[in-house]
């Protein structure tokens, strides 16, 4: 099983827009990632935001990740070092979120995230 250790909360703010509006991708982001991508952004709620920003460690060879977390439980994944090298670059992928996956970060989200989570589980989105 693939490593998932959470070392912390993210001490900068990430805006969505501009995360929506300078996305460079990384190699990761393939045909199923993509589509994966456009359900995601069908699911965004037209005047959400970022919720919490988490520092994962995966093991991953290139380093640890920013798992930015919406309030309708999208995680847009992105590599840090990308990221704080030129802002806003290196997606790695992204999750409708369920709520196993939100519960993984040990943090109390709102109970909006959670009802989103849910849903997202319901109709079999991200499985």
């Known amino acids: ?10 001490d900068k ?36 935001r970022i919720e919490k920003v988490f520092v994962v460690d995966t093991g991953h060879k290139d380093g640890e990740e920013l798992h930015c977390i919406t309030q309708s439980g999208i995680i847009f994944i992105l590599n840090r070092q990308k990221h704080e ?18 519960e993984r970060y040990r943090y109390k989200f709102s109970e909006y995230t959670r009802r989103k989570a849910i849903q997202h589980q319901r109709e079999g989105l991200n499985i």
């Open 1 to 10: 099983m693939k490593k998932f250790c959470v070392l912390g909360e993210y």
């Open 13 to 48: 703010d990430i805006s969505l827009d501009k995360l929506l509006d300078n996305l460079q991708p990384t190699k990761h982001m393939e045909k199923e990632r993509l589509e994966r991508y456009d359900d995601a952004l069908n699911c965004l709620d037209e005047d959400d």
């Open 85 to 102: 090298a030129v802002s806003y670059s290196g997606l790695v992928t992204i999750l409708i979120a369920r709520v196993g996956q939100l």
